[in-house]
């Protein structure tokens, strides 16, 4: 019986464990906001592997707001891949050059099939306003060939909930109980410390 329900245990942590495995990677995305606006994602070129046809960016992200966004949970999300006229699909299929692509290294993907990468947290918990990130690195393979082509990406994260101000948190708490307030009076009187006609003054508003 024993070895019966061990061998349930071991085969249900296996399941969660697999089903873990196997959650989609955008599920991570799903409590994020688009910070359109809020925060710029500036991309620089880095180097170029001419036989490979491999290029790899520097991403970076700044908080253009007043707001202070979370950190760990900032994403840059490729968004879409341009020519050197400024399309971003291919004259005669109507293919997005997107798909086109080889992208290297990818963190996961958006609900709406796009490629992100986590953007590293720097020393603090928050990206505050007016700073930039570290750098992220993205490696994108073009296996057209083409010769000239531009990444865009948007940035998605959460925004920091401002902290309660004191006076606030103390207006929003809780008196204690006429309930819980009679136990422990009940409770000094039998221990001594207080006499019932205290207690009675004690319990009068």
């Known amino acids: 019986m024993a070895k019966t329900r061990s061998r349930h245990i071991v085969v249900g942590s296996a399941c969660l464990l697999l089903a873990q495995a196997f959650t989609p990677l955008f599920a991570a995305t799903a409590d994020l906001i688009d910070l359109n606006g809020k925060a710029t994602a ?21 908080n253009n707001s007043a707001d202070l966004f979370v950190a760990d949970s900032l994403i ?7 020519n050197i ?7 005669l299929t109507g293919e997005s050059l997107l798909n086109r692509m080889e992208i290297i290294g990818q963190d996961g993907t958006t609900e709406d099939g796009r490629p992100f990468f986590r953007v590293p947290q720097g020393s603090g918990p928050d ?3 007016n700073s930039e990130s570290l750098p992220v690195t993205v490696r994108i393979r073009n296996r057209d060939y083409v010769a000239v082509f531009t990444p865009s990406f948007r940035v998605m994260g959460q925004k920091r909930d401002p902290p309660k101000s004191k006076n606030a948190a103390s207006t929003a708490a809780t ?5 819980s307030t009679d136990k422990l009076i009940q409770l000094l009187i039998k ?6 006609q205290e207690a009675q003054a004690l319990s009068q508003p």
């Open 85 to 91: 006229g400024g399309q971003d699909r291919e004259n």
């Open 42 to 62: 500036f991309v620089t070129l880095r180097s170029r592997d001419n036989f490979s046809s491999e290029y790899r960016y520097d991403v970076t992200v700044r």
């Open 76 to 82: 840059v999300v490729l968004d879409r891949i341009t």
């Open 127 to 129: 990206l505050t306003p």
């Open 191 to 196: 221990k001594g410390l207080i006499t019932p």
């Open 175 to 179: 008196p204690p109980s006429k309930a």
